[in-house]
């Protein structure tokens, strides 16, 4: 029995997820896009996954959230070994400090939810703990009377992980094109045309669009209605210390991660119109310099950038459009991940490539169900 043929567009952590699932049940898979694309989001995230404690899901989509940061580490694991890549990571959790009472009080309540259920995976340090498990952080140290220590929350790399999702594709015999996508069309005889913007047509069964913001464009040119999601620009600073540490740090909706001598600071977001991204990313940067710099002494500095795209709902969505007769086609799409990509990537990949196992017609439609959550396309 010959193996089922299917092409995967995009090559985030979404795109390379879902072609690591769908290999891994059999289908013959290839990888469509370039490795590197501005305002790509995945490697421009820090890489944190945290939970801040909280083991009790309060909706059916953080209850997703909690599956996925559980099956995280699992996952990295088994990707570092078939892969032959290491993966930069640190298991040790993830500290908010405070610098006062009132500030301390104010976390506690953000927390707990104003209801404190003594069920929470959170611990508290004083300042001097502190100090002796950072002791060359001494911006910090001066500032911080104590901090919540979220044990089971963790930090990877975005990019070591793309790599080592590459990495382990290429060994299995997954095949990359390079070229950018214009549009999908039915082919004549049977699946799809894969048109890109040098020309080429890649014929497959089937294809999954997994380009995140740059889906929509996809979409239109195929012939589709785009699917609408705020932007959200992501930014992120990047740089080296003359001191190594290994730290994570929840400071606000700001993270910062020491990794030996090399530091991520970020992810800042704000939404605003595509085109005002560019224009304002120097002010951005800037902004976060005067944060970073006090908190930690860095000997130099750079920035990445992304554009995220999220639904009215906050939720991710996978399923499938089709083409209409004389031709029914089925397209199929992942997108809408926000900042929630990389810690629910492996949990949605493997739901999609079990919809794509088992669907036996043609069309399945917008939205599916992805255990108690219906995704809300609003």
Known sequence: MSKRQVSVIGRGIIGLTVAQALLERGWQVTVIGPQ?????????????????????????????????????????????RISNHRISRNFGGAFEPFPSVSSYRQVRERVFHRQFTGCKNVAVVDGQALKQLFPHQSKLNSQAIGAFHYYQDLWFDPSDTLDALESYLRL????????????????????????????????????VLATGVFANEILERSGFQGMRQDLVEGETLTGSLEVDDFMTLKLGKINLVIDGTRFLYGSSSRSQS??????????????????????????????????????????????????????????????????????????????????????TSVSTGFPQPMSALRVNFD
Not at 37 to 61: D, E, H, I, M, Y
Not at 325 to 353: D, E, I, S, T
């Open 274 to 359: 595509a085109l005002s991204f560019c224009a304002s990313n120097e002010q951005s940067i800037e902004i976060l310099r005067q944060e970073v710099q006090n908190l930690i002494t860095p000997s130099v500095m750079g920035s990445v950038w992304g554009i995220r795209g999220r639904f009215k709902s906050r939720t991710p969505g996978i399923g499938s459009v089709e083409f209409p007769a004389p031709m029914p086609r089925r397209l199929w799409v992942a997108l809408g991940f926000y900042k929630n990509g990389l810690q629910l990537a492996h949990l949605f990949a493997n739901n999609l490539a079990s919809l794509m196992d088992f669907s």
């Open 172 to 207: 299995s015999g997954v095949n990359f094109l390079e070229g950018l996508v214009h549009s999908v069309v039915p082919a004549i005889d049977n699946g799809l045309l894969i048109c890109l913007f040098n020309g080429q047509r890649i014929q497959s069964e089937e294809a």
């Open 36 to 80: 590197i694309v501005l305002g790509a989001a995945s490697r421009a995230a820090v890489g944190t996954s945290t939970l801040k404690g909280n083991v009790v899901a309060q909706n059916p989509f953080f209850g997703l959230k909690i599956s996925g940061h559980q099956g995280l580490k699992p996952w990295l694991e088994r990707l570092e």
